[in-house]
């Protein structure tokens, strides 16, 4: 106790002195002052961390009466260092994924919420906790620890109508938490696929996609079709390809049950690390899922046998069959598939499945501009494209439960537009990208809607003789927002949510970043960087405690927040808009 008093004391201490970043999220629950009780799940360093995951035990707290629960994860680290991708598992489920800020060698500090509710059925139960971090700490080049500490907080909260939380909670994954390691799926090289057979008696089926793309696949939203990746030789290797398409899909048995055009993730170290600090990124903390109804596939679903889950990702390629093709390394997904019981039958039948599901519809058009120089020879001085896709499916089927009949289904309505424009042997590229769709599934008539616009400017000087190992700068601008409204299906179907949702958040950041020799750390007195990040929620929280309304909006400057505000009611969120135009900067 004397030893946990004293960590307790230098974190606080630590913390005061540290520069606080954070991440612009409506909080989980109006206060978190009075849980029914509380445990700390572990608290844990992470230095040469690859392969070596945190691995301990979880058990509810005894006599203790709860139904919401939530993770409070708390972060301190100093030193150089990059962000880390972390992800956080319930034996092979995994139930939480997130980024790290990038620490300052006068250290920084962070802790976020996260409502967990959803996993009732996992939390009511002893699990294996793996939390994993990769992360790399050499005494030169990168010397910032992360130290992690996970607390859980209970509160026996009432919900109106009532709470129902999914009875049984089944992971897409590699199952391998048996070897005390994670259980991500690492896409393309792996299958992606798992045999599971539900129970008959399954009235409801909601799956839960978790994917982001890293490495080469970090910026997927920037890359170009394939046939394109040497349009400027003497740059070679800067250009990623596979195009800057991606839709994840999830298969029932080899057929499409429904598609996420992911939300463009910009980590903390992304384009220019100085721009996410102390604001970081929108959802840097908390990656989003994407949730897909199965419901309708319940009559093939209930029968007793082994069915196989597969997610797979894709991207654009115009000399594929249907134009749809492969991507690069590495995706990492994993999926939870939530099952609600019908105790009053044996089994769920179902007649009159209909399946009407198309490949995606591309358009693609592509202007390389060039230049004869004296000698002749043909250079390329540009590279600008449009690609935009649309894509539409619909699954039904009528639900026989005794003499009642239910008619339900998913229908998901896409479009993604992507204009690019380079120059500069592309060390200049602007993009213009906005993602959009609606979806609709059993759980509700309402039908939601979501928008993500990026407008994004980077212009890298680099060294001839290498990025990665001598000194260079980058300025970027950036103006972007998540626009989402509808139902959240999993609160939603287990009575933590009573109807439809709002999610308003804009970020415009303006940065010029000049990393030293170390590449993982600016330059004082060269960088600068501006930003700001608006918020507005309103919500339908079926407790008192449950948030109905709350923004924020913050302003900062070189590392220091200028102005903060945040309260219980809606604010105006202004629009993202086009880059201003600077020298250099090619339009788009």
């Known amino acids: 106790m004397k030893i946990r008093f004293v960590l307790a004391l230098i974190w606080c201490s630590v913390a005061r002195s540290a520069l606080e970043v954070f991440q612009a999220a409506p909080p989980p629950r109006l206060d978190l002052d009075e849980p029914a009780c509380r445990q700390t799940l572990f608290s844990h360093d992470f230095g040469n961390s690859y392969g070596a995951p945190y ?109 129902h939380p999914a009875e049984q909670i089944y992971p897409i994954s590699t199952l391998s938490s048996v070897n005390d390691t994670t259980s991500l799926f690492s896409l393309p090289g792996d299958s992606g696929s798992v045999s599971l057979t539900l129970p008959r008696n399954v009235k409801t089926a909601v799956v839960s996609i978790m994917a982001s793309g890293n490495g080469a696949e970090e910026f997927w939203f920037t890359n170009v079709p394939t046939e394109y990746v040497n349009t400027f030789p003497s740059n070679e290797g800067w250009l990623y390809g596979y195009s800057p398409f991606r839709e994840v899909q999830l298969l029932i048995d080899g057929e499409v049950a429904g598609v996420s055009w992911p939300f463009p993730i910009l980590f903390t170290g992304g384009v220019d690390p100085g721009a996410w600090r102390p604001i970081v990124g929108i959802d840097a903390f908390e990656l989003p899922s994407f949730e897909i109804d199965l419901t309708p596939w319940l009559g093939l679903l209930t029968d007793g046998q082994e069915h196989i889950f597969q997610l797979q990702v894709v991207g654009y390629d115009a000399s594929a069959q249907d134009e749809v093709g492969p991507i690069g390394e590495n995706w990492w997904v994993s999926g939870s598939v939530f099952v609600w019981l019908d105790e009053a039958v044996e089994q769920a039948t179902a007649r009159d499945f209909i399946r009407t599901v198309s490949p995606p519809s591309f358009d693609f058009h592509p202007v ?47 479009s993604f537009s992507n204009i690019q424009n380079m120059t500069d042997e592309a060390f200049n590229q602007s993009l213009s990208m906005v993602t959009s769709g609606s979806h609709s599934g059993s759980a509700s008539d309402i039908v939601s809607r ?139």
């Open 55 to 163: 691995v301990g035990p979880y058990a509810p707290p005894a006599n203790c009466t709860f139904t919401g629960v939530v993770f409070n994860l708390s972060v301190i680290s100093s030193g150089r260092q990059y962000d880390r991708l972390a992800t956080l598992w319930l034996d092979n489920i995994e139930v939480w994924r997130m980024s790290t800020a990038m620490p300052t060698q006068g250290g920084i500090h962070w802790s976020f919420q996260k409502d967990m509710t959803v996993w009732h059925s996992l939390l009511r139960s002893s699990q294996k906790i793996i939390f994993d971090l990769g992360n790399v700490v050499d005494g030169d080049r990168y010397t910032g620890f992360f130290n992690v500490t996970m607390e859980a907080l209970y509160f026996n909260d009432d919900y109106e109508p009532g709470f």
């Open 450 to 588: 979501y928008s993500y616009p990026l407008n994004l400017f980077s212009a890298y000087v680099v060294n001839s003789s290498g990025a990665t190992t001598n000194p260079g700068s980058v300025f970027c601008m950036a103006d972007r927002s998540k626009l989402v409204d509808g139902i959240s299906a999993l609160p939603f179907l287990s009575g933590i949510s009573s109807g439809s949702e709002s999610l308003k958040t804009r970020q415009n950041v303006t940065s010029s970043y000049h990393w030293n020799q170390t590449i993982v750390e600016g330059t004082e007195g060269l960088d600068t960087m501006d930003g700001e990040v608006w918020l507005s929620y309103s919500g339908s929280g079926a407790s008192k405690h449950g948030v109905e309304a709350y923004h924020r909006y913050a302003r900062e400057k070189n590392d220091t927040i200028l102005a903060d505000e945040q309260g219980g009611s809606e604010i105006p969120v202004p629009g993202t808009v086009p880059l201003p135009f600077v020298e250099g900067e090619p339009m788009v």
């Open 368 to 414: 390389v501009g060039t230049t004869i120089l004296e000698n002749g020879t043909a250079t390329n001085t540009s590279f600008y494209f449009a690609l935009t896709a649309s894509r539409t499916l619909t699954i039904s089927s009528t639900l026989l439960s005794g003499d009642a009949l239910r008619e339900v289904a998913w229908t998901q309505n896409l």
